[in-house]
């Protein structure tokens, strides 16, 4: 099934150390996010891309970049973790063409980030 | 700027009673509207989705959702719960306007007393 896979499930990170985590889909959607979602919060989008375009939001601190660099793959890097970035990270994926044309959003199944 | 409310942030209803979750947006033109349940610890999983046609939308796990217009809201319904519906729930908007985003609402989180 075509789906959108999110690697690890759970990652445990030491403060300060940088960490990665990866998104893959297998459909073939052109747009891509990353999403960060505290305990008892709704997501918060951070940045997404719309083929290579990156376009980041304006709130998200500059420890969170971001690289795509294929149509399947994207990833997030934090590259100074504190014990604030503890949360779960949601990729997502969605189709739209330059007319507005939309498909829904797919959802990973998240990775929960531990910093001790 | 765009906006998704969700009045609701804690219900608790009896297994097999009938369930409202409420949702409202404030957009200008017709949104693109969702449900979206999480359980602990898990992603998002959609329910239902309006893009256009029917207000009433039928989603998965028996669920269905009302769009509105004149109340700008998308209420999300089920006749009977079970105690596997405890969860929480998200409304989400993407507003059609170029953003290519979905906003959501703070979530409404659902316990069911068995």
């Known amino acids: 099934d075509a789906m959108v896979i999110q690697n690890p499930r759970y990652q445990v990170t030491q403060f300060g150390k940088p960490v990665t985590l990866s998104c893959s889909q297998t459909?073939?959607?052109?747009?891509m996010y990353w999403y960060q979602q505290k305990s008892s919060q709704a997501p918060k989008l951070l940045f997404h891309?719309?083929?290579?375009?990156?376009?980041n939001e304006a709130d998200t601190p500059d420890n969170f970049q971001s690289r795509r660099p294929n149509t399947s793959f994207c990833f997030l890097d934090i590259r100074s973790p504190g014990l604030g970035d503890a949360a779960m990270y949601l990729c997502a994926t969605s189709s739209y063409s330059r007319t507005g044309r939309r498909q829904g959003y797919t959802f990973g199944s998240g990775t929960r980030l531990t910093v001790v | 700027a765009q906006s998704v409310t969700q009045p609701d942030i804690h219900i608790t209803v009896s297994e097999g009673a009938s369930l409202e979750l409420r949702c409202n947006y404030s957009y200008g033109a017709t949104p693109y509207l969702f449900w979206y349940v999480q359980s602990p610890g898990q992603g998002l999983q959609l329910l239902l989705k309006?893009?256009?046609?029917?207000?009433l939308v039928q989603g998965i796990k028996g669920f269905e959702a009302e769009f509105k217009r004149s109340q700008s809201s998308f209420n999300l319904r089920k006749p009977s719960v079970h105690w596997s519906d405890a969860a929480e729930y998200f409304c989400?908007?993407?507003?059609?306007?170029?953003?290519?985003?979905?906003?959501f609402g703070k979530g409404t989180k659902l316990s069911v007393i068995p």
């Open positions: 891309y719309y083929d290579k375009d990156f376009n």
């Open positions: 459909l073939n959607h052109n747009v």
């Open positions: 309006y893009f256009s046609g029917d207000t």
């Open positions: 989400a908007v993407d507003s059609g306007a170029g953003s290519y985003q979905l906003t």
